[in-house]
């Protein structure tokens, strides 16, 4: 009997216990269902830190405010006024779709989240950690030890070189001083000095020699700057300069994948790719600090756009009183005010890939530009770049066209992209 | 062998000349005759001057010498006109008001296809491309997990939805000025044929 009760006991307490650690695990889905988008539990997001509500507030009261925040606020509460002017009164989304039960497990699972979940912020920043290990093996080629280590490789050569240089000159002196004869013998005959060129050339007519001299020189001068003009003069190819913020379009770009037009809104539909304004950083940025690498502060380089915007990080709202300024990015590709180019029509008409004039800038921490944007540069891809006419409205007649010629292929200069008209005008 | 030392001393001295003038970091390389280069007409987005203080290329009016400024108040963009009853504050207010629009757009293939094109640039980071909010940054867990529409949708409407793409909503920021009114019709269009909710 005794032995019966204690197991019912027992099954009652494990059967519990089974409850509880159910109904966090249904709170916890629907948290992230419901929640996340404007609450943490351990910081401000839109909406209050939750750590704590449920000592806070009582549940019915809760289960209220969550339905349905505003009846309670209009209807003059107390408390629910207080927390929404404390919010710069933004409304929280009513959850009249939620059950009572589902509310329940939901607190439940503020009031005790699983460990794993309360460790969320170290094995993020264990995550950075990693990530910071990486990078530096992903720098570029030269790196500071590949520098050093050729450098010293460098030295070691000359080192040798002068050796076997100087064993050289005195294996000869001994050679020399034993075989005198041989050594003689070794010698170049002597030669006649007038019959050389250059006493013909200097000393006999001078005049010649020297205008030859000069000639040659100039030639030699002239196709250097010759070369010089036309392939540096007015030419930023690899121009790099450093940016107002250190951003890198390898992480944005590259690893979060986001879309080129997400911030550069221009490039398919005006003559401008255009830099983004700040609000469009501000996006993600209200949320993301990168507050996990420095020590819960804000990252100094988003703190930057926080500056231009006035954005108050504490509050988690625009400040008013702060003064708004642009951010002063250095523009890199300056095509010079005599050609006319027209992004959309590239991006929007003729379906060209960023990457085909801008580079792999995905992969670029400090973007610079890759093509030369000379004439010659752009002729070339006008003259073999083949246009997609087939799955382009915009070209639909061409296709036609192009079909009754028998062709299967345009390239721009079919159809006038080699007029100067076209971009001088 | 002293002779070959000094033709490799000018050769290295010419390359270090050549490679000093070349582009590169911080310098933009020569330039001759900026004048030709630097348009006269305020460009958006250009900030070059042909030099210090001339009036070629420096924008002395506008506040910052920027070239670009908001479009003054009360404007509606040519081609807007239709879509002009849909601008209403950011306001708390307003997001109640705006549940009174409709879409004015058919679901038509084209307007579907355009809006999946702007989906697919504007809101997968976040949402993700199946709309469940596994975009590649919530993934990563750099954002907060962003909800499904097939959960939200029901509960609002497509006139909130519009308030809240133009304005931003909670965390998400605000689009109205990166996508026109049609442009943000046609990617609610979208994200309703996603996640395969009616629209109320």
């Known amino acids: 009997m005794r032995f019966l009760r204690i197991t019912t006991l027992f099954a009652l307490l494990a059967s519990s216990a089974s409850f509880v650690k159910a109904d966090v695990a249904e709170g916890e889905k629907l948290f992230n269902a419901n929640c996340t988008s404007c609450h943490a539990l351990n910081e401000k997001v839109v909406g209050p830190a939750l750590k704590g509500i449920n000592e806070k507030y009582d549940e019915a009261w809760l289960i209220k405010w969550i339905k349905n925040s505003q009846a309670l606020v209009k209807s003059g509460d107390e408390k629910a006024v207080k927390v929404y002017n404390e919010n710069n009164q933004s409304v929280m989304t009513s959850f009249e779709n939620l059950s009572d039960a589902q509310i329940k497990s939901i607190l439940e699972y503020i009031k005790t989240p699983p460990v794993a979940q309360a460790s969320v912020a170290p094995t993020n920043s264990a995550d950075v950690a990693s990530t910071e290990a990486i990078t530096p093996t992903k720098d570029s080629f030269y790196n500071n030890t590949t520098f050093i280590a050729l450098s010293i490789m460098a030295l070691i050569l000359f080192l040798i070189v002068f050796v076997l240089y100087r064993i050289k000159k005195t294996v000869q002196g001994i050679y020399d001083a034993k075989f ?27 005049v010649v020699g020297t205008i030859l001299v000069i000639l040659g020189f100039t030639v030699a001068l002239g196709i250097y700057g010759f070369n010089y003009g036309q392939t540096e003069v007015g030419v930023q190819q690899g121009y790099a300069p450093a940016q107002p913020i250190n951003y890198s379009h390898e992480l944005h770009a590259g690893k979060y994948k986001i879309n080129c037009l997400y911030c550069h809104t221009g490039a398919d539909k005006s003559k401008q790719a255009t830099i983004p304004s700040a609000s469009t950083c501000m996006n993600c940025h209200m949320h993301v600090t990168a507050s996990a690498k420095y020590d819960g502060q804000v990252s100094p380089e988003i703190a930057k756009i926080y500056d231009a915007v006035g954005w108050d990080a504490e509050k988690k709202a625009y400040d008013p009183t702060k003064q708004q300024k642009p951010i002063k990015w250095v523009r890199i590709h300056n095509l010079p005010d005599l050609a006319y180019f027209n992004h959309a029509q590239h991006v929007k008409a003729g379906k060209v890939e960023c990457q085909s004039c801008h580079g792999a800038i995905e992969t670029m921490k400090v973007v610079y530009q890759q093509s030369s944007l000379q004439m010659g540069w752009c002729i070339n891809c006008h003259r073999e770049a083949k246009v997609d006419v087939k799955n382009n409205d915009y070209y639909e007649k061409l296709h036609e066209d192009l079909k009754a010629q028998g062709k299967s292929y345009a390239t721009v200069s079919n159809i006038g992209g080699l007029e100067c008209g076209k971009c001088h005008y | 062998m002293r002779k070959s030392i000094y033709t490799l001393l000018a050769v290295a001295a010419s390359t270090v000349i050549m490679v000093g003038c070349s582009a590169g970091g911080d310098n933009p390389g020569i330039e001759y005759a900026p004048n030709m280069y630097v348009s006269f007409a305020y460009e958006p987005m250009s900030q070059l001057a042909a030099e210090e203080g001339s ?15 908001l479009p003054v108040k009360g404007t509606i963009a040519r081609g807007q006109l239709d879509y002009a009853t849909y601008n209403l504050p950011k306001s708390n207010e307003s997001y109640e008001a705006a549940s009174a629009w409709k879409n004015p757009l058919q679901s038509s293939e084209y307007n579907l296809a355009e809006g999946k094109r702007l989906y697919n640039i504007n809101c997968t980071p976040c949402h993700g491309e199946d ?70």
Do not use: C
């Not at chain 2, 019709?185 to 109320?200: D, E, K, R």
């Open chain 2, 55 to 69: 009036s070629n290329g420096n924008n002395t009016i506008n506040p910052y010498g920027m070239n670009m400024r």
């Open chain 1, 180 to 206: 005198p004869e041989q050594a003689a013998l070794e010698l170049e005959p002597v030669v006649d000095v007038r019959t050389t060129w250059k006493y013909k050339l200097f000393t006999k007519h001078p």
């Open chain 2, 131 to 200: 709309g469940l909010g596994k975009g590649t940054i919530v993934a990563d867990g750099k954002y907060p997990q962003v909800p499904a529409y097939s959960d939200r949708l029901p509960t609002i409407n497509p006139g909130k939805a519009f308030y809240s793409i133009t304005h931003g909503k909670n965390l998400m920021g605000a689009y109205g000025s990166v996508l026109t009114p049609k442009q943000r019709w046609q990617v609610i269009h979208y994200i309703y044929n996603l996640s395969g909710v009616t629209a109320n």
